[in-house]
């Protein structure tokens, strides 16, 4: 599934081609991804102008000029693609069916799974790709976005002013492992499988450390939490500056695949050398709530 650097990555992509852009045409191959679209989806965001592209956790926020906003989610396969004019006019509209778009060749599986067509003033195309359909598309009013049911729970972003204090106080009387607990969207948006062995690996923590014990007594972080924020922040912009991590085929609106898998240092790294220097340990995988974990057992505690 698409992380926070993924989405961040889609959601700059989309901005730089989509601002100020005006929607001219709607295409929806089907009736529902995840659920059904809303009810005149197509009618009432046609004529609309994109005015901005917000992110919120998984969620990209699409505000249009009358005041509505496309609340869209990836899912676990969804992607954007875009087509300038120039591009659009090189695909053969014959392929072209009630199903199936043109544009096959750029987004697979023969245009089958292109389920959304957005078509602008300036003749360009972005096409909403989803071949498992966990996607999401809703339609809501600005101002409704912290108390929509996707939404309303959602934890601090970490790019915000996310402290160790408050993660601290999400963490005081959590008997869950720390691993568990930053995958939870409410104590923190965003941070992923992969990116959460990474922040834990460079933060020296065991993955199945207790989270209440890296909380001192006082309600106060430790030592070890303090690192891990700083780590977990960091971990994110580095993958945010090359484009995120292309598990499962990600790539960007205009196909390019993100490099941070190249930066990995414990995930999917499993009977390979520790890389902190003078630790000497390999890197195992073990399984938590049905998911991968890789960590260090020499250095990580």
């Known amino acids: 599934m698409p992380e926070l650097p ?54 990209l926020l699409i505000d249009l000029d009358d005041g509505q906003v496309i609340l869209s989610h990836l899912g676990m396969s969804g992607r954007y ?42 003749g360009s195309v972005a096409v909403y790709t989803d071949p498992r359909r966990f996607g999401i598309m809703d339609l809501i009013d600005v101002g409704e976005e912290e108390i929509h049911p996707l939404l309303e729970n959602l934890g601090p972003e970490p790019f915000d002013e996310w402290t160790s204090n408050d993660l601290a106080r999400r963490l005081q009387k959590k008997t869950t492992s720390i691993k568990v607990a930053l995958l939870d969207q409410r104590i923190v948006v965003g ?7 990474e922040a834990l690996h460079r933060s020296g923590i065991h993955p199945q450390r207790q989270s209440k014990t890296l909380v001192r007594k006082d309600g106060k972080p430790t030592k070890k939490l303090d690192v891990l924020v700083e780590m977990v922040v960091d971990v994110l912009e580095k993958a945010v500056e090359v484009g995120g991590s292309s598990l499962n085929d ?26 902190k220097a003078d630790c000497g340990g390999t890197i195992e995988r073990i399984t938590q709530s049905g998911r991968s974990t890789f960590l260090c057992p020499r250095c990580q505690r």
């Open 6 to 59: 993924e989405v961040e990555t889609v959601r700059r992509g989309l901005q730089q081609a989509m601002l100020e852009r005006t929607i001219t045409e709607v295409i929806l191959r089907r009736e529902n991804l995840r659920f059904p679209f809303p009810e005149d989806f197509a009618s009432k965001v046609n004529g609309r102008r994109i005015d901005s592209i917000r992110r919120r956790a998984k969620y």
């Open 81 to 122: 693609t875009l087509f300038d004019a120039e591009k659009v006019g090189k695909y053969d509209t014959s392929k072209v069916t009630d199903r199936t778009s043109r544009f096959g060749e750029a987004t697979g599986f023969d245009g089958r799974h292109d389920h959304v067509e957005f078509r602008f003033d300036d």
């Open 191 to 197: 941070v992923g499988n992969i990116y959460a062995c």
């Open 250 to 275: 990600f790539a960007d609106v205009n196909g390019t695949l993100g490099y941070f898998g190249h930066h990995f240092q414990a995930y999917d790294r499993e009977d390979e050398p520790c890389l």
